[in-house]
RNA sequence: GGCCCCGUGGCGGAAUGGCAGACGCAGCGGACUUAAAAUCCGCAGCCCGUAACUGGGCGUCCGGGUUCAAGUCCCGGCGGGGCUACCA
């Protein structure tokens, strides 16, 4: 940074008042200390003094930060820039605003950032939250101090915790659609309008019985899951926050599966709703879609496969998307830790050695020639399939394992006996963690019948294939087609006939037959090697195809009709069929879908399954519930305590907030063996964890959980704290929240705008809009969704070296071969060096680590932060990530300096704007960018806002003096984006004198907006390109609004026109006025 | 492997289907200056031609298509990025 070109090297002496980094400072410091006093940014809630009703309300938002300790980097700022020009830009249009920030400071950053320091993360969070304080103050974001938030607030996490026994206290009534308190389920179950799970009704259930039934429906439960525990963190993690290839997204460390007692919140009673209200929101596409992914719901069927064999002959229930290919369903499999494999599993191999060799085991580490027993080969393959989940799952080709149970299952729709495996490849969390296998017709149980030698039954032919089957089965069943009866099947399947839709049968073949990925592709290559007629054509089509009937090795008739009979076909294709199709080999004794679609053919099952109480048509999701505890210190104590037989009660409300006892040592325990148990750092607390309470029978010894809440608790519902940050009485205030949550007609949702970054798609953003419509359906807030429209900020990105070793090296002091700084000219390529040695360059995130992070502090000592404000939106679109480039900062700092330099006399100080009437074209440029910029505000163009208050002020640099009217609007359309500068021009300019000298309230945070005269933006004259044939070749100008038929004259009296239409026949002309004309030869 | 997004000068990026490259950085030329910095004015996609131009051609990753007109819409390919990964 210390090369920079100093931009105040003019010197004081000379001009004593130019736009210096060193005045833009002053003018920050002055006019930051000045809003601070007169509460600029004050929004007044419904009731409180100076709430103007009328005016329309916005909630503009960001993702609060954790205020982590190595401070921020240029690019943590940039959406929060965005939201601040928004913010006053809105309030410049006459809007009331709410605007805060608050701190996410619960959580593992915190606490692991304690640790490194050896201080109580209470101290680091609180430094760390002033430091932060005073670096976005710093950049003069207009945010509204009464409402900033800390999660960590005793204050505030009461009402996290009240939100959780909000939870812990409902159940989700299916048939309403909508949470429910708990008590109108006791309710029901006492009065009888509902049965208990069980045989036995509530009426005979013991006090035990019944709470243990209460506890079965409650939105946040205990249960022993398998979970994700990580001994090197100490604590278990969710789904979410563990990575694809089995580690912690924070640290990257191994996971395990353990089963173990957690929390957990039921998210997934509202799969449906947090899918369906995505609809509705002003989302990006691609964040609606990774959500409607991660909730990953499909359609199939149920299907219950009998286990005659067993004691009170059980059944396996499995889960299928196409209960269509039931009759394909030649095996079964159950996941390795599936309930019934235990109760299946057989001592002996059945049937004394008729089973193929691979179904005794093959997997790694089983004998040679497989198992004895199934009881051997279960036992070995399940210790087999949990020590390798243990492992990172390496992702790609994974070999399908799995062996066999000894047991059979009956298929229900063609009663025939099929064998039960177990394998790793199914899951058992998901559907019923069994699967029914259609290896003809999906590619994993394709590659395990392959591996394991399993019959393999094609079931859905391809359309066009379903034809030649037809053709083989049925046309000429008896073989009299031979020998000629690839001709004749060409016939049969239209090639030699003009009928339109058997062109089309031939599009949708000709590729499948192929086996051709792409359609098009294949056909395009017909094209061009069949050049000429229809006819022509055709005649290559179907040399092709016999061609493609040779190499499927159809030597002949009875070949290709014997395939069809074996229903073998996959054996020339080689792999599974999954796409739709035509059923076939699809009868039994009670159904046939033969000859039906996909489509029709999955009705029809599901229909017959539920008809014959063998499954029924179901609704399957990916979400799983939200494992909501974890084995650390800092973080949200529940307010839970155990009795004596570790029953769980919830604290009355009036015990909240539960306060984190502080502790001498917060450490978590990590340990690097797998089987470690976790200890949470809360049960050291012993004088904590036991309790005298009464809670209603009388004083009593209780034991308090001593898990926490995850970080994600906190960052859940903090947005509606802001609106009523001291309410003692409810999270937020019912009038409050209708009022700033309060939904336009057609929205849902509350906040107006949000914006932040797209690592929290699926992790914050769905957790929130849960706990949110839990909130929603108790009655405590107004709106079913809380963020109406969201927006995703790209990335600043940045360069770094890595030298030979792999190290990162400060970027800073990368030269090029000219000995200049790397940094400062990111457009030359290498060779780099780093003291002499070379380097690499690579392009990704700015940090710490890659030791390549601008501090913003840095930016406002060197340019004022005005500077850095307007850097940061010019870059280009907020939504794209884009590679920070210092050397680009001067462009926006010579642009403020122009700005000012136009209205400020530099020797004195004083303005020098004119009071004489701007000129009607310095009127119609105004008035031009005051259109512009709007749009572009609206749309949160904040990039080419810039842009055009560049242009504009470049005009009025021509003048020998800026009108005040111009100056006027120009400052105040800078306002949001620059607003000390402006706030500054506006009292010299504008107001005259000084600022002292003015009352303070009337700052430009509060001024209107400028408004444009579309008629002065009108100009009298346009100039319109003319083209003919779309090749520009001239320009006329003519007078603004004139008619097409004036715009095509004059275009035709251009001489360069007439020249090039002369004697041509004009066959079309196009004019659109005002815009352009075409010629058409 | 599946799904999604993106490819425009030396660089960051503009462009409701209607003059591609606004605006800025870097660059070049000039003015001012003893000189430099700062500032101001001008040039600037590539190629060819001209004394000059308001001259000609090619240009938004590549190949097709739709259209009077395509950076923009459609199909296919290549390249880069993201998400997801045995989800039955």
Redesign the pocket.
Known sequence: MSSE???S??GPE?FPH?YSAALAGRIEALWQDRWDLVDAYRAPNPGEAGFDGSRPKKFVLDMFPYPSGVGLHVGHPLGYIATDIYARYLRMTGHNVVHAMGFDSFGLPAEQYAVQTGTHPRITTEKNIANMRVQLRRLGLGHERRRSVSTTDPEFYRWTQWIFLQIYHAWYDVEAGRARPIRELEAMLASGERAPRGEKPWSVMSALERASELDAHRLAYVDEVPVNWCPMLGTVLA??EV??DGRSERGNYPVYRRPLKQWIMRITAYAERLLQDLEPLDWP??IK??QR??I?R?E?AEVEFGVPDTKGAQSIR?????PDTLFGATYVVL?PEHALVDSIVTQEWPAGGAIPAPWRGTFPGAPQGGFTSPKNAVAAYRAYASKKSDEQ?T??G????GVFTGAYAINPVTGKQVPIFIA?????????????A?PAH????F?FARTLQLPIRDVVYPRPIAAMRYFALHAYPTGEAAPDWRDQLADFMGITTSNASKDEAWDVMLPIVLNR?????AM?GVELDAPGSIGERRGAVRSIWVETIDSLGLRSFDDLRARFEEARFWEARGEAHTEPGIAANSSGPSITIDGMTTGAAKHAVGEWLAREGVGRPTV?F?LRDWLFSRQRYWGEPFPIVYDEWGRAHALPEKMLPLLLPDLEDFRPESSDDPDAPPRPPLARASAWTTVELDLGDGKRTYTRETNTMPNWAGSCWYYLRYLDPTNQNALVGKDVDSYWMGGTSGKIGGVDLYVGG??H??LHLLYARFWHKVLFDLGHVSTAEPFQTLFNQGYIQAFAFKDARGVYVDAFEVRLPDGALAME????PGPYTYSGEPVTREY?KMGKSLKNAVAPDEICAHYGCDTMRIYEM????LE????W?T??I???F??L??VW?NLIDEQTGLSRVTQDAPTRATLRVLHKTIIGVRR?MEKL?F??V???L??LN?HL??LPAVPLEAARAMILMLAPHAPHVSEELWHRVVRGGTPDEREARETIVHEAYPIADESLARDDE????V?V???????IVVPAGSSAVVIEAAARADA?IAELIAGKEIK?V?V?PG??V?F?V
């Open positions: 070109p100093t931009p090297s003019s000379s130019r789904n979410e990575t694809a596409e691609p879609l990774m992914n991660w990953g499909s199939g499995v889960f299928t998307t196409r996941s799952r992702g790609g994974t070999e399908k394992t790793d490849y199914v899951l058992a969390g998901y559907g019923t963690g069994a699967i029914m259609v999906d590619d994993r149980d590659e990925r792409s359609r098009a592709g395009r399957t990916k797209v690592e798609a699926v000219h990111q457009d030359k990704g010019a870059m280009g679109p794209a990530s884009k590679p480039n050397r680009d001067a462009g926006s010579r642009f300096q122009r330099r572009d163009g990039n080419t810039v842009s055009k560049i242009e470049n640099s021509e346009v100039e319109i390109p083209s044939l779309g090749k520009l070749r001239s320009k360069k079309k196009i659109v815009k352009m075409n058409v």
